[in-house]
């Protein structure tokens, strides 16, 4: 009894996917379930790349250039009548939130939205108050590969993203204005108020959101410019585990005392983060549908196969060769096809993840440019990621469809009946 695939059943196995010029069909159904698996597992991968870099790519835009936790407080009624939601004890907090466990740094903050204006040109931002020792602390801001100017003179000026430079049109060492409609208090009243500020340094934090619309003014700077003198409208907590960040709530609550509200990073890209996650699903399924389809080529292929090997499979069966012999014969040109084809679609997706600027340039050129708007996606480019864990799904579901629809026209070859086989030769 020969052992399961022996040399001779890869040996016939190879004749038959080498098929001669009048089994023509057969040689380009071969071929056309090559490139179909090859098709399928590329766009696969590329796309399971691509879906893993824009999701690191946003989470770490936010973690990179945004507080992990938010500290805010509940509102009370001030003497004037007004509602007070500012942090009075901003210092003795802060210390406190540096005390729990997990926590890297705890800066108060002061926030407000101006109007920021250069000669005739203007542009609504959003100040972040903060000392310079906590704003060097963001990753993607004093980062000084993507900034301009010189972030060590950030308590003489002002810093300012690269979307409301390009708006403003200013440069380092321009003068720009911030004009507040809460300014002044006077007998008559509140009046605007309007500071001029040298840029000192522009940041790109890589969100388009955050370049456009954000500005860091020196916390003493910031009280001063919007009557926040001794208090801090929130205070912005890092942790050394930003993906267990929910599991912090609970002891940075117990710490900030009894008025404190507490919001994630997740709690304000929740949304988002979960539709990445509804539509990386979807994608994958749909995907998933075009290796099916392609490896339903194989049957196809196979199934002329064993059509026009009628004649051979009875004169092998008389010979002696079993009915597993038969259906290892057939399963091995139906895999040996799904394999190459992976091999290939799996080379092809890597180096497309590898290689995403220049591919996509290339694509960018041919569609007459503007194909990425970043005021759209939020992010500057098309980014990609290659995962272990995506790549060995791809080969899986590749293999594993491959070798399940062989399966069928094999069983059918090896249970063919060789005197049916021979009876009209």
């Excluded at 824009?54 to 500290?71: K, P, Q, S, Y």
């Excluded at 075009?290 to 002329?304: D, E, F, R, Y």
Aim: one cysteine or more; charged letters at 20%.
């Amino acid at each position: 009894m020969t052992p399961p695939f022996a040399a001779f059943e890869w040996m016939i196995a190879w004749r038959y996917l080498r098929a001669r010029k009048a089994e023509g069909g057969v040689s380009v159904m071969t071929w056309i379930s090559l490139v179909g698996i090859t098709l399928a597992v590329f766009a696969l991968i590329a796309t399971l790349a691509v879906r893993s870099g824009f999701r690191a790519e946003f989470v770490d835009t936010i973690l990179g250039a945004n507080a992990h936790v938010t500290i805010y407080q509940t509102g009370v009624v001030a003497e004037n009548g007004k509602l007070d939601r500012t942090i009075h004890d901003y210092e003795a907090m802060a210390e406190r939130l540096r005390n729990v466990p997990g926590v890297t740094r705890a800066a108060p903050l002061v926030k407000g939205q101006v109007m920021a204006n250069m000669r005739s040109r203007n542009a609504g931002v959003e100040v972040f108050g903060i000392r310079h020792e906590n704003l060097l602390q963001l990753p993607r801001i004093a980062d000084p590969e993507t900034g301009e100017g010189d972030i060590n003179r950030f308590n003489e000026g002002i810093a300012i993203g690269s979307g409301v430079a390009r708006e403003l049109g200013a440069s380092v060492g321009d003068r720009i204005k911030i004009i507040s409609p809460n300014g002044v208090r006077t007998a008559f009243g509140t009046s605007p108020r309007v500071n001029a500020y040298e840029v000192v340094y522009i940041f790109s934090a890589g969100r388009y959101d955050i370049d456009r619309t954000r500005v860091y003014l020196p916390f003493a700077e910031a009280q001063s410019f919007f009557n926040r003198d001794g208090v801090a409208d929130e205070i912005e907590v890092m942790v050394d585990q930003a993906e267990q960040v929910n599991s912090m709530a609970v002891p940075l609550m117990q710490a900030g005392g009894d008025r404190v509200l507490v919001w994630t990073w997740e709690d304000a890209s929740g949304g988002f983060l979960r539709a990445l996650e509804v539509e990386d699903n979807v994608m994958f399924i749909i995907l998933s549908i075009l290796v099916l389809i392609a490896a339903m080529n194989i049957v196809s292929g196979l199934i002329m196969l064993v059509k026009n090997k009628g004649r051979d499979i009875g004169i092998l069966r008389t010979m002696g060769l079993t009915e597993g012999s038969v259906l290892r014969i057939f399963f091995i040109c139906g895999a040996f096809t799904g394999l190459i084809g992976t091999i290939l679609g799996v080379t092809l997706g890597c180096l497309c993840a590898i290689y995403i600027d220049p591919v996509f340039g290339f694509v960018n050129m041919i569609m007459g440019g503007g194909t990425w708007d970043p005021a759209i996606r939020g992010i500057y480019h098309l980014p990609a990621r290659l995962e272990l864990m995506d790549v060995l799904s791809a080969v899986g579901l590749s293999l594993g469809l491959s070798f399940v629809v062989t399966i069928f026209p094999a069983r059918r070859a090896a249970r063919m009946n060789p005197v049916e086989a021979l009876r009209y030769e």
